[in-house]
């Protein structure tokens, strides 16, 4: 197993357990403000028009997920509704993510497509773009039939994401194709065993580039959701060479990592779009940044120590 697999496991592992989840949502909240525009929907606008004055559109996620309970799915849902609506009302490109978990995926999966239907017909109305995040192995099938459903139903305004660490996602993609999916494509940020995933960095890199060349090639569009300079270098060099309609293909980076480039990338012209989670249940999310590099780890231990 690599030693970025070692780390990532081990943060993960010790995140969930009870008492440093307590510690952390009673501390670390001015340090989880690095990653997390803010506890509330207007934080995460305001949030959107710094980013938009930088050249950079937003992604709007409301934070939740491993929902336990058909209230609080419909509760998440409502308010999924409610940001479609504010975003609506702001003069940029509209586009929200969200996990199927969130909208009740555990309990039925059943009750998280009749969510997304509703979903995506407020967002059609407003304009709106919205991406369905992939959570770990075990609910990928799930996510892939939910969104097929989807597509069969005729929505336009929908895309998921295939993570490029995952041993099954090339197969996924091909079964995909003839559906012309509209995809993210991501490394992977769960701890998963290595029967499931790669666990050699280069590996998953190449695949990463295979998954994002394919679905392109097929002429389907693609979000390269990296902050991978290398990555990022190829895709530049390989769309250039290929003359991929511009349309078709978008940088995709998360809120607070990278700005650099983000910017940079905007002001070459390239079109850059910055995930900005928000709402109060962070911390899954956050650990899972943690759990990228290490350097974020001493970050939060520095932060907590200094109280
Ligand atoms: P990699 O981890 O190799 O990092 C490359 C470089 O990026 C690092 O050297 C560092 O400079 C910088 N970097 C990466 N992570 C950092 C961090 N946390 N803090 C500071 N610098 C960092 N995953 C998933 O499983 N399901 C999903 O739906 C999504 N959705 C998603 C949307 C978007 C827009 C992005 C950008 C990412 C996701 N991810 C995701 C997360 C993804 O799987 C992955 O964990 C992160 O993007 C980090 O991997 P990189 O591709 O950046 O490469």
Request: proline share 5%; hydrophobic share 40%; charged share 30%.
């Amino acid at each position: 197993m690599g030693l970025n697999q070692v780390y990532r496991s081990v943060v993960l592992g010790v995140a969930g357990q009870p008492w440093i989840e307590r510690l952390i949502t009673t501390k670390g909240r001015p340090l989880a403000l690095r990653f997390v525009a803010g506890e509330t929907l207007e934080e995460a606008l305001k949030a959107v028009e710094a980013l938009e004055a930088e050249g950079v559109h937003g992604i709007l996620d409301l934070l939740g997920e491993m929902v336990t309970s058909e209230e609080m799915a419909c509760r998440f849902k409502d308010q999924i509704l409610e940001l479609i609506e504010a975003f609506g009302r702001l003069p940029y490109p509209r586009y929200v993510s969200l996990k199927l978990t969130q909208l009740g995926l555990d309990l039925s999966e059943e009750l998280a497509y009749r969510h997304m239907t509703e979903i995506l017909e407020r967002a059609r109305a407003a304009a709106c773009f919205v991406r369905i995040d992939m959570e770990d192995s075990p609910r990928v099938d799930a996510t892939l039939r939910i969104y097929r459903r989807l597509l069969e139903a005729g929505y336009t305004n929908v895309g998921t994401v295939l993570q490029a660490y995952l041993r099954r996602s090339e197969a996924d993609l091909e079964a995909l194709l003839p559906y012309k999916p509209n995809l993210r494509i991501v490394k992977g940020a769960y701890k998963e065993p290595p029967e499931v995933a790669f666990t050699d960095k280069r590996t998953v890199d190449r695949q990463y580039l295979a998954l994002v060349r394919r679905n392109l090639e097929a002429g389907n569009p693609t979000a390269i959701a990296t902050h991978d300079e290398r990555i990022i270098r190829e895709m530049k060099r390989w769309v250039r060479e290929r003359g991929v309609p511009e349309e078709l293909y978008e940088f995709q980076m998360l809120y607070g990592i990278r700005r650099d480039l983000q910017r940079a990338l905007a002001r070459e012209g390239y079109a850059v779009r910055a995930y900005v989670p928000y709402g109060r249940d962070w911390y899954p999310y956050f650990s899972r940044r943690i759990a990228e590099r290490p350097e974020n780890l001493f970050f939060v231990v520095r932060g907590l120590l200094r109280g």
